[in-house]
């Protein structure tokens, strides 16, 4: 008994996806000797993400999968995102507000506190 | 229990093909859910030192051979596609196609970990640009450019250690289908280890410009 | 000829001798290979009793040494290794696994109908990860200790301290990916393998809040892992991923650690609520209050829960802005948790209500839990938190939610299942007395902690100033009351394995899946498959109370 429970796809969809994931390849290797100054990074990345979309949806049948699969996708990239942008955000925002008279901005003094047996904490 | 079951095919804790197919794939990437998480530690990490270091960063990125990391992008570019093609087979129940195509994809894998290793990982320790073994770069920000190397080196050996895992996968299962585990109908072993090769595929498909095309080579 | 006449003694047959789960195979092999998710909730039930025990020794090391100003028993160095090892065991090989493992292994397969979970071979290894790990951990104990905290503080773990930090981060990273496993475990199976007739929202509401406990699983667990292998090859390698002068960030390791820490919190009480769903609902014979806003609400706390870690940090000098963000967020985190107490409560009005000791564990969860939760809107406040920040008010906020919260939950639910589990009923006087005497204890313990942390006592300390020796040793005094609580159910529980009576398929007469099937379950649970027709907890309008058989 035979039964096909996922989806077969075509070999020429296949060979397609693989010409289009080596040419968008050569195109990111080669736009990095180009000047575009910030725009190399976001340029590459979006490279980068086109290629990985088409081998998820292609290549791991995502274009083919139950609804379900497409929501675990959807949480796992979101999660990921939270975790980079909001850790970001923090050492993004740093020190964006100079207030002399805040503890981090004092000179620094070294306290040596005697922690021997017998004394009390209380100095 | 479903009459129809053959015992051998379906496990008995499933009710029929469909359920345990589908069981099957939400495990795998589920568990794929949990590979984004750990390698997203070390992205997350990787991007807040970049944000912080650019200067070392850039400079550390253009010791790296663009040549060996866009080869190595193709190579495994092309395991996917014969481990797609390797999946449809199992799909259609071609057997012989099947192995064939496996054994192309392992090969394709070794050979991205020969010039991951022996051409890459050499030459960066022969040249003195292995943090904790050999780390001699004295040139501007120079702490900066060995944390990025400290990011290089683990970033590619978590993935370098996934690809060997894939493939002693591979191997796994060249091994089963010759002894006819699989056939139309009964080959979710296949589709699944597709499902974990292409994803470190696509750990790679952001690693090559994250770490070798920073600031560009103009 | 004569004929032979035989009598047969007619035997008095009392019981006809069924086979189950317990029976069906006899040996250690049978228990130490077996794929049955009853048997794998036992090897998982000894496994985190064990644990549980070291820890408490750890504990009660600690609160004897804290009833003198200058430390009674150990060295500070001594006392740091406590802290960290009754922290490490208590959370990664207690608090984590043990209601997911032991009674989620159990329970999730027989509440929803199915033979198995999806993988069953899987949660066999979940286990033997979890073994490995306890190698790891309990080398480290016995090599010397670890002296870091469970939270492995960069540089202080990676640069400053010899002790035994790679073997115990390994075992933090091993163990993780036991709850990884179990977790995918989980999820496959709560979506796959139900019954007919058994939608989503006709689920028991352990299903929920175990589902979510899952997703934390599945989404924190990674990032505590690729942290440990960062602190590991910061020490092994001598590469200073969190040191400053590479330009590293301490602070990293803290987001790192706490974007998995703070989940990994919500982890440890989401389960226990899940159980303290089902027997409020059981013990008032009424459904839950609120079904769909107290199912909701577990994915609001897993989901909320990932937007807060910063809370930890609001003094270790993240910016400003983060922790606005994360105090706002960690007030918002509050409000699912307060419609559980609200549902619960609500439950209870005009509930046949009565009082046996899974009931006791329950309603003390709820007034515990609920002074944990308000104590942690105190925390959440950034003002509020530069002062009580690493101060005993935290450890005691902490306390009450895992211990008056989680570990009550857990013995509400192993008491409340233990019929199902083993057949058995235990002595009702006992465990109720037991619950009463835990939680006495436990106020006793902790309550003081309270007032210690706003006056000042900062923790992690092996010894203080004189003026807070009275409320320490009140702590201590209610410390070793805990733990005669918490040693008479292993006696009576014990006891009941041999000499209690029959259980019956239904002892408490309520409301289940799992108790339309006999007492020790059959190895495939049911014999055959059930269907659902009816609502969750679908008790009639005028239910009578429980009666038990046990006394």
Redesign the interface.
Known sequence: ??????H??R?KV??L??VI??CF??L??GV?????GAF??VV??A??VC??SI??L???HLRH??K??RV??G???F??C???V?????????N??HNPSWP?NQPMTVHHLDMS??T???Q | MSEEQHATLVAEQFDDQVQQYQAASLGMWVFLTTEVLFFGGLFASYTIYRYLHYPGFEIGSHHLEVLWGATNTAVLICSSLTMALAVRAAQLGKIKDLIGLLVVTLIFGLIFLFIKFAMEWRHEYLHGLAPGVNFTYAGPHAHQVEMFMIFYFVLTGLHALHMIVGCGIMTTLIILAARGAFSKGHYNAVEIAGLYWHFVDIVWIFLFPLLYLIGGRY | MGTVTTTTLQQPQAEEYRVHYLNAAYGIKSWLLTTDHKRIAWLYLMSTTFFFIVGGVAAAMMRLNLISPQGAIVEPATYNKLFTIHGTIMIFFFLAPVVPTVLGNFLIPMMIGARDVAFPKLNLLSWYIFITAGMFLLYSVIAGGVDTGWTFYTPLSTSYVDTHVVSAAMAVFISGFSSILTGLNFVVTIHKMRCPGLTWFRLPLFIWSLYAASLIFILAMPVIAITMVLVVLERLFHVGIFDPALGGDPILFQHLFWFFGHPEVYVLVLPAMGVISELIAAFSRRRVFGYGFVAFSSFGIALLGFLVWGHHMFVSGQSVYAGIFFSAMTMAVAIPSAIKVFSWTATLYKGSVSYEAPMLYALGFIGLFTIGGLTGVFLASLGLDVFLHDTYFVIAHFHFIMVGGAIMGYMGGLHYWWPKMTGKLYPDYWARLAACIIFIGFVLTFGPQFILGFEGMPRRYAMYPPNFQFLNIMSSAGASILAVGYIMPLFYLIWSLKYGADAGPNPWGVKGLEWETASPPPVHNFDKTPVVTEEAYAYGAHPAPVTTAAS
């Open positions: 008994m035979s039964e096909l429970v996922s077969v796809e070999k296949y060979v996806v693989w994931l080596l390849t050569a990111t290797t990095a000797y180009i000047d575009l190399n990074t590459a990345l490279i980068a290629k990985a081998v998820v292609f290549f791991m999968s139950e379900l699969i675990v996708v949480v796992a990239i999660w990921l939270i975790l980079i909001i850790s970001l955000s923090d050492f993004a925002t740093r964006r507000i981090q047996p017998g009390t904490t209380a």
